[in-house]
């Protein structure tokens, strides 16, 4: 039985390899459009925007560190306003995942797999998913620890090979129209990757050691947009801006640009194949993001009742929600940032604000004398009942041992979650 | 090449096993929800096959949303070298 438990260093794994996703693949053309040669600008900003919402997401997700979102949303806005909210995360949930899925069939039947069928890919991409969730968080995090190196090293290797056709003029003018182009840029990078990573918010309670979550969150929020960034400039100077606007996926080009004679052809297959790993990642958390918010909201026995059917939901979808590239494109550029604003700052924005605002209730003079009141009682009983205080100890103990139990429990002994 | 079919046949077997191994395993909120969402997904499926004429979520989302973020869009575009 997977007790669904990931340390923060894997979280942090998690978090970077969601942030590098699609996004590292497909970014550096959509923000050319807007930020032109200063796109690496762009990204640089971006790492300190990454850092602000990552710290909405911890000091929300610290305030209820053995909840998901699902949970404490129905504890703040109480019980009918909390279940639309969680029921929207839902969705919210089931149609990035749609999008993402749609991303990358795209890619795979433009770049590397023309001939097969979208729902072939998809198909193919979703199985893997499926049973990754299906073993569960811990699983998850164990094989994102072993897909990590091999990214890093193959990311690595590629922008050493593309050192000697680094032509650094391209680069130049530097800020020809000024600061604002490259702060324009910011706005579909907020959205696409920033804002998705709400995702993170059901992912908290399942850590183990909190205490060094936040320090290597922050990091891998760090990391992530700081990568995005370094591939940025290495495609800008390699491919220059011109090819940049034109091909969408980009960074798949650049990898093209490798060619050592008779030894080493064809790289971009690897590049590939550690974008599907990012990918994957981000595929397999937004999915298992899914059937935790469904189990939790409809008070399944377990998870695993509804992957099968969360699929057979996720694979029209992936049909449904675009048409065809172009739309994509427009679509990220122009109205996904407002689309994720309300998953990714603005509900949870609203919630720390009830949150802060219920405990300066409980800050009231009336709160504060009963609260004084029960520590005088607690001390009394300590002093005069000394077998007492580990009873009185209990809720701390319980507190630490929350994540194996069951969030929106009814009691039971088996977890929904943790089965 | 009549895909619906295969799509109905798949959706029928996944849906039978499913229902076989809640019946087992699940209680009453199981089953309804993966039914719901078996059905939802089918007939989805069904609607995109044929070609129904309904709108992508993509537009759906672009209608609802349109008022908040086409002034956005429009300021972020304003005089992009390459918009």
């Known amino acids: 039985m997977d007790k669904a438990k990931i340390t923060s260093a894997q979280f942090a794994i998690l978090t970077y390899m969601y942030l590098l996703g699609t996004a590292a693949i497909m970014q550096p053309h959509t923000i050319a459009s807007i930020a032109g040669t200063d796109e690496w600008f762009t990204m640089l900003l971006s790492i300190f925007v990454q850092l602000g919402i990552g710290w909405l997401y911890m000091t929300l997700a610290f305030k209820y560190p053995n909840e998901t979102i699902i949970e404490y949303s129905r504890h703040l806005l109480g019980k009918w306003a909390g279940w639309l909210l969680g029921f929207s995360y839902f969705v919210f949930f089931l149609v990035l995942d749609a999008y993402i899925l749609r991303v990358v069939s795209g890619f795979l039947g433009a770049s590397i797999l023309p001939r097969t069928p979208s729902d072939v890919l998809r198909i193919t991409f979703l199985i893997p998913v499926a049973y990754g969730v299906f073993l569960g968080l811990g699983v998850i995090g164990r094989t994102t620890q072993i897909l990590l190196p091999f990214t890093v090293f193959i990311i690595i290797l590629s922008a050493i090979l593309l050192l000697p056709q680094i032509h650094a003029d391209n680069l130049l003018p530097m800020f020809p129209d000024g600061i604002m182009a490259p702060i324009k840029g910011l706005y579909p990078l ?96 937004t999915f298992y993001a899914a059937t ?35 739309e994509l494109e427009d679509f990220l ?74 969030p929106g429990d009814s009691g039971n002994a088996k977890s929904p979650l943790t089965e | 090449m009549k895909s619906w079919i295969v799509v109905f046949v798949l959706a029928l077997l996944a849906g039978g096993g499913q229902w076989g191994y809640l019946i087992r395993n699940g209680k009453a909120a199981d089953i309804a929800v993966s039914s719901v969402f078996i059905v939802l997904g089918t007939v989805l499926y069904l609607m995109v096959l044929f070609n129904a004429p309904i709108p992508t ?20 575009l304003r005089g992009a070298p390459h918009g």
């Open chain 2, 57 to 76: 979520l993509t537009h759906l989302i672009e209608w609802a949303t349109g008022p908040f973020y086409r002034p956005i869009a429009r300021w972020v």
């Open chain 1, 190 to 285: 907020i959205g696409f990757p920033i804002e998705e990573t709400f995702v993170l918010l059901m992912l908290v309670r399942f850590v183990v050691d909190k205490e060094k979550t936040k320090k290597y969150f922050y990091i891998a929020s760090a990391a992530g947009p700081a990568t995005i960034m370094l591939i940025t400039l290495l495609t800008i100077m390699v491919l220059g801006i011109e090819v940049i606007v034109r091909a969408p996926y980009v960074v798949y080009d650049l990898v093209k640009e490798i060619r050592i004679e008779r030894i080493f052809d064809r790289v971009e297959a690897i590049m590939g194949i550690v974008w599907m790993s990012t990918t994957f990642v981000k595929v397999t958390l």
């Open chain 1, 333 to 406: 550029t122009d109205a996904f940032t407002v689309v994720m604003f309300f998953p990714g700052v603005f509900f949870p924005a609203l919630l720390l604000i009830v949150s802060r605002f219920k405990e300066g209730k409980n800050r009231s003079p009336e709160a504060r004398e009963a609260k004084r009141q029960a520590g005088r009682i607690r001390e009394q009983l300590e002093d005069g009942e000394p077998e007492a205080g580990p009873a009185n100890h209990g809720n701390k103990e319980r507190k630490n041992q929350a994540p194996e139990q069951e």
């Open chain 1, 292 to 326: 935790i918010a469904a189990v939790q909201l409809f008070k399944l026995v377990s998870y695993k009742h509804v992957i099968i059917p969360c699929l057979f939901l996720l694979l029209p979808m992936t049909h449904w929600v675009i048409d065809n590239t172009v």
